[in-house]
């Protein structure tokens, strides 16, 4: 398969190309510096030129605070972007495989959002990213909107990351206690989007790491449990404690309708996605003291 791959340089677009290439895919990776996706004649200038059977788009603002200062910003990138990737891959025969947020919803359900509850983004994010869903699908019937969150992994800026750096600095850790979704590996992230594209099957996906789903407080203590660190202290907040520019859904917990039906088995849980990660990141440790 060849695969061109938008936002590259990543957490989730460093997966993907790794994942792909791993698997024996043609991948051609563009990160922000070479690939602006709000940039209509750019994105059909590469798209055209390269000719992928699928492009996966990895590109977003996700800084969910500057959204809501620049919105226009935010829609251009979150909303723009995947319509002119939609607009390309019609014109050149490939399949649209595009990350959404949790944050499309406003999180005052209890227990799981799926594909049948109406979004209700409360944040300028959120209202670009689902901006970007149904422009990206209103431009091209083989588009797959791939909804997830909590989303961790190596070779990136994510919460996870950030907890273990300043447990190993001993820095005061502090972490959300009222605030619930569902964590995400990207390396098993990046396997469901290529075997998403594969299928070829237009629609919309919820995709998470099976689970009940933590609080940032529970998946900090977890993570830094599964790493082995020392007891750390954890000064536990609440959300409305923090006063942030852009309101977050309280529960964003994901719940897929699809994936079984159409043959995908469940991702693993996120407690063994963490011991993966935790391997990893040990290895980084042993490689940086050596």
């Not at 055209?48 to 996966?56: C, G, L, Q, S, Y």
């Not at 820095?171 to 992230?189: F, N």
């Not at 994936?259 to 469940?266: H, K, R, V």
Request: charged content about 25%; proline content about 5%; some cysteine.
């Amino acid at each position: 398969m060849r695969v061109v791959v938008t936002g590259a340089g990543g957490l989730v677009g460093q997966a993907v190309s790794q994942y792909c290439q791993l698997s024996g895919d043609e991948v051609l990776s563009y990160d922000r510096q070479s690939l602006n996706i709000a940039d209509d004649v750019l994105v059909e200038a590469i798209v055209e030129k390269e000719r992928p059977d699928a492009v996966i788009n990895c590109a977003a603002w996700t800084d969910v605070d500057g959204c809501e200062f620049d919105p226009a910003r935010a829609y251009a990138v979150n909303a723009t972007g995947p319509e002119n990737l939609a607009n390309a891959s019609l014109r050149v025969g490939a399949v649209l495989v595009t990350i959404s947020t949790d944050y499309v919803f406003d999180g005052k359900k209890e227990g799981f959002y799926t594909q049948r509850d109406a979004p209700n983004p409360e944040s300028a994010y959120g209202i670009s990213k689902l901006a970007g869903e149904r422009r990206a699908q209103l431009a091209h019937a083989r588009t797959i909107i791939v909804r997830t969150g909590f989303v961790f992994g190596p070779g990136g800026k994510n919460f996870l990351s950030t907890v273990l750096d300043r447990a190993r600095s001993g820095e005061q850790l502090r972490a959300i206690s009222d605030a619930y979704g569902t964590p995400t590996y990207s390396r098993h992230l990046a396997m469901r989007l290529r075997e998403l594209a594969q299928v070829d099957l237009p629609g919309l996906f919820h995709v998470v790491n099976a689970g009940e789903g933590a609080s940032y407080e529970g998946f900090a203590r977890a993570a830094l449990k599964t790493a082995a660190y020392p007891p750390v202290s954890i000064e536990t907040v609440t959300m409305g404690s923090l006063r942030r520019p852009a309101p977050r859904p309280k529960n964003s917990r994901l719940k897929c309708l699809l994936s079984e039906a159409i043959g995908l088995e469940p991702l693993p849980s996120w407690l063994e996605a963490l011991r993966d990660f935790a391997a990893v990141e040990s290895d980084k440790e042993i490689a940086a003291s050596s």
